[in-house]
């Protein structure tokens, strides 16, 4: 009997031949076995795992040409150059898409008519042109590989419908054996695929989603992140690392913040042009820049093994996502820090997007947000809930790299009300998913509810009263302990395990960690930033009041709170220093009191051995210190406020905002009287300046409450701008 190619084949010599390894990693060699004799190959593998050899290497020993069928322009570039350097001749692999011209296209063909051509790489929107098609129904195919085959499923984090006209092009051109390869896919989505590339029987290869050597954490988005960006940089000088957000101009914004804090930094986005993408991305793999902010275009392909963190700006639409992006840190199983900001008003924004879509689509949308919120917000270690997302158990209590296990919250019993959850979906007949549960738990007779009569049932609100916020963690770990799980096919619906079954039966102690609460006022976990020394802090109180008492001016005046606690936690121990603190500018640092501040907070570190972290300050975008400083020159021009909005193409109160912001927070001087003695009476100005010399404080709210029946509120505003430029700057 003869032998399949993939027995007969030496693949340890060809890989050492063609590539230069010694050995396969993982299910690399059975992978390319089972396609070199024929079969209908699935490959699950996380990033760095090595699914491009999969295909690769097949292709470079069998006969004809192979399809690789790819989403990214970029992908087949990096890919058709890599193959290239292997070869003898530049033929071996090419790429069909939208960037060639007709000649490339002639020369692409004449070489696979040659049979020089071993792998061809085609976007599916290039796969689909009539001329294409009838080109490749002449060619010999060896087979057909689909990288990134999770666009193909609306459950997948990247669909793109074009990928579901695979299966019946391949008809037209010719059946071969196909691989589907993706680094992402739940049970729900691989079904999708198989069914959808009509590989039903298709073997299955699926390696361990675990990456040890990745460090997840989670930290609440507040209104310093871009601060915290900085830092966390700073703390990694000369290390590469990926920028996630979700828009192209928190993209372009936050490349200039990092560039303006002296970080070698750069924009990549679909709305750029291919030659500055292209550029950008060769920029990154030499290392003259380190870091790239990013929308989800970014990354696919690039095979960069070092780069060191990725962070996510914002939660993404999906954890299949987030798992993608994240898989590109540390590939060389080296260090990889993954870093998410979180806000609960990002994933109403989200959600929001979805407005207007097919309901189906928003239904699906909305699913894959859950889990998200679920990762984000559980206290449970952070790869358990990944791994266990993609069907895999991990069966260590605590991973030791991950916020949650480095930093464990305490746990509590919930035997009884996981025994309440079980019963509740037993009695709703394990139809519904889990916000519907807890509403029904819970007592609450939505329209839904009501709708099915389950309002009537004895399980109706058996736990109303519980703490509310206790039911999504005993779901959610209930289903990582495997007393429940989801249905694959109506997904999200929650079903019992014979596990959950024999539960009710014979409960035992279950253990819970309740889930973080994020609010968008709350500071970064501890450890995250340096903390607030309460001990310096009073003294420099005690030293504001003294020079308050000294100059006969309310000690805000002097330094806002602001400055203190921030002084209080970055110890500026020079002038120079000072000004890097929020509030203090030029002018502050030239009264007579700043020298005694920092002084004292040099005294105070020298006695108390304090080693300080050196304040970090995040500049503003240029463009942002060029609205500024026009801002300025008009105002010494004596030009009208109203008009100086106008020539910016701003409202009033946003000129406000940006004087409030050179004045309170800069510290610098500015002179509005003239436009204030034109628009005021100059009795009302006197009493809202003297109200201000006289308070505590210079909240607006107290002012308005004052004079706001008989003064507008853009008037008080600017005589507080004209008290702190006088008294403060």
């Known amino acids: 009997m003869t032998k399949a ?81 292997l070869s003898e001749h530049e033929g071996t692999a090419h790429f069909l898409n939208s960037s060639l011209n007709k000649t490339a296209i002639d020369q692409v063909k004449a070489d696979i008519k040659a049979g020089m051509t071993k792998l061809l790489y085609v976007a599916p929107e290039s796969l689909t042109k009539e001329d294409n098609v009838e080109f ?43 691989i589907a390869l993706t680094a992402t896919a739940t049970d729900k989505v691989r079904t999708d695929i198989k069914k959808n590339l009509g590989i039903l029987d298709a073997d299955e290869f699926k390696s361990s989603f675990n990456r040890p050597n990745l460090y997840y954490e989670v930290r609440p988005k507040t209104k310093d992140i871009d601060k915290d960006i900085v830092r966390f940089i700073k703390q990694h000088t000369g290390k590469s690392g990926i920028i996630y957000c979700l828009s192209r101009k928190k993209v372009e914004d936050l490349a200039e913040v990092l560039r303006a804090n002296d970080i070698k930094a750069a924009a990549y986005h679909a709305g750029l042009d291919s030659a500055t ?28 093994p070092d780069v060191r963190f990725v962070i996510h700006y914002d939660i993404p639409k999906s954890l299949e996502g987030y798992y993608q992006e ?48 679920a990762y984000a917000e559980t206290c449970v270690c952070r790869r358990k809930m990944l791994l266990h997302y993609f069907g895999e158990t991990y069966d260590k209590d605590n991973c030791h790299n991950c916020d949650n296990c480095l930093h464990p919250s305490e746990k509590k019993d919930a035997q009884e009300q996981l025994l309440i959850a079980l019963k509740a979906i037993l009695a709703i007949k394990e139809n519904f998913r889990s916000d519907y ?15 099915h009569k389950h309002h009537e049932l004895d399980e109706f609100g058996s736990g109303e009263d519980e703490d509310p916020k206790i039911w999504n963690p005993v779901i959610r770990q209930a289903l990582i302990a495997g007393y429940l799980k989801k249905e694959v096919e109506n997904y999200g619906l929650l079903k019992l395990t014979s596990a959950g079954k024999k539960f009710i039966k014979s409960p035992k102690t279950f253990m819970v ?32 009041k003294k020079w308050s008492r000294k100059l006969e001016r309310p000690p805000y005046v002097i330094f806002q709170d602001v400055s203190i606690e921030q002084m209080a936690t970055d110890y500026p121990v020079t002038l120079e220093e000072l000004k890097n603190i929020q509030g203090v500018g030029d002018g502050k640092t030239r009264q007579p009191y700043a020298k005694e501040f920092v002084d004292l907070i040099k005294r105070y570190c020298e006695e108390n051995d304090i080693t300080r972290q050196a304040d970090l300050r995040v500049r503003t975008k240029a463009k942002d210190s060029m609205r500024k400083l026009k801002i300025l ?12 909005a106008n020539a910016l193409g701003i409202d009033f109160e946003e000129l406000l905002d940006e004087l409030e912001g050179i004045v309170l927070y800069s510290g610098n001087k500015v002179n509005i ?48 701008i004209k008290f702190i430029s006088d008294m403060a700057n």
């Open 633 to 644: 020159q008009n105002i010494d021009r004596r030009i009208a406020l109203d008009d100086i």
């Open 5 to 85: 190619i993939g027995e007969t084949t030496n693949l340890t010599e060809a890989l050492k031949r063609y590539f230069g390894f010694d050995t396969f990693k993982g299910d690399q060699e059975a992978i390319i076995r089972n396609v070199l004799n024929g079969r209908d190959t699935f490959v699950l593998m996380p990033t760095g795992g090595g699914k491009s050899l999969c295909y690769q290497l097949p292709s470079l020993l069998m006969e004809g040409v192979a399809i690789v069928i790819s989403p990214l322009i970029a992908l087949m570039k990096n890919q058709v150059d890599f193959i290239s350097n």
């Open 513 to 544: 960690a309740l889930d973080h609460e994020f609010s968008e006022e709350e500071e970064p976990a501890e450890g995250t930033t340096s903390a607030l020394d309460p001990t310096l802090s009073a003294m420099l109180h005690d030293l504001r």
């Open 673 to 720: 009287d003239y436009f204030l003695e034109e628009i005021m009476d100059r009795d009302d100005i006197a009493d809202i300046y003297e109200f201000f010399r006289e308070q505590d404080t210079d909240d607006l709210e107290a002012a308005y409450e004052e004079f706001g029946s008989d003064i507008d509120e853009n008037e008080i505003r600017l005589v507080r």
């Open 326 to 373: 994240t898989g590109r840190a540390g590939r060389d199983g080296g260090e990889g820090i993954c870093l998410a900001f979180y806000s609960y008003k990002d994933l109403q924004k989200l959600d929001k997007f979805m407005e207007g879509k097919p309901v189906a689509e928003q239904d699906i949308g909305r699913q894959l947000l859950q889990e998200t919120a």
């Open 437 to 451: 549960v807890i509403d029904f738990i819970t007592g609450r007779e939505n329209d839904e509810i009501i709708a």
């Open 136 to 178: 490749l129904k002449s060619c010999k195919i060896s087979f057909y590989a689909v990288d990134e085959a999770h666009c193909i499923s609306e459950w997948g984090h990247d669909f793109r419908p074009e990928y579901r006209r695979i299966r019946p092009i391949i008809n037209e051109i010719g059946k071969a054996p196909v």
């Open 277 to 304: 993408r292209s550029q950008t991305q060769d920029d990154f793999l030499m290392e003259r820049i380190d870091v790239i902010v990013a929308t989800i275009a970014f990354g696919m392909g690039i095979d960069k």
